[in-house]
């Protein structure tokens, strides 16, 4: 199956940066190589449902939600099954858990990791 681990959540102060990573592992990307799958982040806060925050497809191609642009910026190491999401100038409605997730056939989800952004 996938594996999916984020990483690189925690509290920092309005303002500040984070970089979260995903790294990506499993047996379906023997046959799927991690070069060719689309790869997105999603975030979800209390009450909220779980929303789009950027996307990179297998060509390196980028999406972000209207929120975050000129602050995120999604990219992957392909040597590295990883993909990361540098978050700058965070503000406190950025909070949430943030998923990685991989579309190979169908998605497939990290369990998250918090980013808590208040002073």
């Known amino acids: 199956q996938v594996q999916l681990v984020e990483s690189g959540g925690g509290l920092v102060q309005p303002g500040g940066s984070l970089r979260l990573s995903c790294a990506a592992s499993?047996?379906?990307?023997?046959?799927?190589?991690?070069?060719?799958?689309?790869m997105s982040w999603y975030r979800q806060s209390p009450g909220k449902e779980r929303e789009l925050v950027a996307s990179i497809t297998r060509g390196s191609s980028t999406n972000y939600a209207d929120s975050v642009k000129g602050r995120f910026t999604i990219s992957r190491d392909n040597a590295n099954n990883t993909v990361y999401l540098q978050m700058n100038s965070l503000k406190p409605e950025d909070t949430a858990v943030y998923y990685c997730?991989?579309?190979?056939?169908?998605?497939?989800w990290g369990q998250g990791t918090q980013v808590t952004v208040s002073s």
């Open positions: 997730n991989a579309l190979i056939g169908v998605p497939y």
């Open positions: 499993g047996y379906i990307f023997r046959i799927s190589p991690f070069s060719t799958v689309a």
